[in-house]
């Protein structure tokens, strides 16, 4: 039987790239992926458009493991040096707002289709639709598992165990990995989605569902603020999504249970109450004779402003000019302070990214070998880190791809 240098279990963008880095240092690898194409995931980031990197990476935009940790991996391979790479794949790239770094094509094919062409090196033996059964540690290492209803076994010297987490196992991240390194005796940060929509016990959302603004989004318990952030907000037949919104979900689920969560929206942010009071007061003086619903349409999305009136019980078809002070502060507080109670987060299958995974603790900065177990190695979401959104967990999955790829092959001999 074969014996290869380097086995790598999971095709997602870390398994990928350890593939391509050991590879490149002249070891012999075999890929197992469980889904029948390669990079699945990859093809889903960046709603279709794979933003693959972001210029401003900074260790402050992860969360898991120590920074130290965190810094220690992505210094490896930079944001730079992983535009450089897709660059000389023939990838033309673009930046887009906060350093979010794209293909130019918008596509993110153009992206795996680069990929699977640099994996069809003769050193590289590729095998999709194996469901891995058994994983035995010893002098070498020993995989079974099923190929198309075969049983086949094989065996390598280093095993990179590259599945990523829980979050998306429509595209195949199903814990599998999790399984198998606690098997194998590592401790397991309890997995819970990181960015992921949130439910709410409102229901009014239903009936804007559709309906994008930008904004602010606080999430506050006990009356502290766990976390605030800018972006596109977006309401949902369940509740809340968005990048704004979808950054929250790792903060409330380390709550504790029955905890009130509250989130509250500021609809226009540039503006105090006091200069937006101003300027709707002014809004309303000159279009007296229109109902309040059309007055105050170009304020804010028109469907959010009805919805304001509803909730504040103000009646939209009333005469601008009949609109009280009291009720016009209502309208300015509705529309910097929109109240909606937190029930939970989305399940896993919605999630974008797995918080948790394999404790950090128990892996070597320096080369992503297990502490437990010599020539075991970890790469991408399977490890206790995870990003924010904007290119933050792609540019993880590449440096820790990198090298763990390029550790296991100091280990050959």
Not at 243 to 270: G, S, V
Not at 280 to 301: D, M, Q, R, S, T
Not at 322 to 344: A, D, H, M, P, Y
Request: charge should be positive; proline fraction near 4%.
């Amino acid at each position: 039987m074969k014996i290869f240098d380097v086995a790598i279990i999971g095709a997602g963008p870390a398994g990928i790239f350890s593939a391509l880095t050991a590879a490149k240092q002249g070891a012999s690898v075999v890929l197992l992926e469980k889904n029948q194409i390669l990079g699945r995931k990859i093809l889903a980031t960046g709603n279709g458009r794979c933003n693959l990197t972001n210029k401003n990476i900074a260790v402050s935009r992860y969360h898991g493991a120590t920074p130290e940790f965190i810094q220690s991996v992505l210094s490896t391979f930079s944001q730079f040096q992983v535009m450089e790479y897709f660059e000389s794949l023939g990838v033309l790239l673009k930046e887009e707002d906060n350093g979010r770094i794209f293909p130019r094509t918008n596509q993110a094919s153009s992206i795996t289709e680069a990929l699977n062409f640099e994996l069809q090196k003769p050193q590289i033996n590729i095998r999709t639709n194996f469901l891995v059964k058994g994983i035995q540690p010893g002098t070498v290492w020993t995989i079974s598992g099923l190929h198309e209803d075969q049983k086949i076994c094989l065996q390598a010297k280093n095993l990179i165990l590259a599945t990523g987490g829980k979050a998306s196992f429509i595209l195949g991240s199903s814990g599998d990995g999790l399984f198998w390194a606690e098997k194998l005796g590592h401790s397991i940060i309890t997995p819970h989605p990181a960015l992921a929509p949130l439910e709410t016990i409102e229901t009014w959302p239903k009936d804007i569902q559709g309906l994008r603004f930008e904004g602010i989004a606080k999430t506050i318990s006990d009356g502290k603020i766990i976390l605030e952030s800018f972006g596109d907000i977006l309401f949902t037949h369940f509740g809340l999504s968005g990048p704004a919104i979808m950054k929250h979900a790792r903060y409330i689920n380390e709550l504790p249970a029955k905890t009130k969560i509250e989130l509250h929206l500021d609809t226009i942010p540039e503006e105090t109450e006091k200069t937006l009071d101003k300027k709707i007061e002014a809004i309303l003086n000159a279009n007296g004779a229109k109902a309040v619903k059309n007055a105050l349409a170009g304020v804010v999305p028109a469907e959010l402003m009805l919805m304001v009136l509803k909730n504040l019980s103000i009646d939209e078809d009333k005469k601008s000019s009949r609109i009280s002070k009291q009720e016009r502060t209502k309208i300015v507080g509705g529309l910097k302070n929109i109240v909606l109670v937190i029930s939970k987060t989305r399940p896993f299958k919605e999630a974008q990214v797995t918080a948790g995974g394999v404790d950090s603790k128990e892996i070597n900065s320096q080369t992503l070998e297990s502490k437990k177990i010599p020539h075991l190695f970890f790469a991408g979401e399977i490890i206790d880190v995870d990003g924010d959104s904007g290119g933050f967990n792609l540019q993880w999955a590449w440096s820790s791809g990198y090298l763990a790829g390029l550790s296991a092959t100091t280990k050959i001999k």
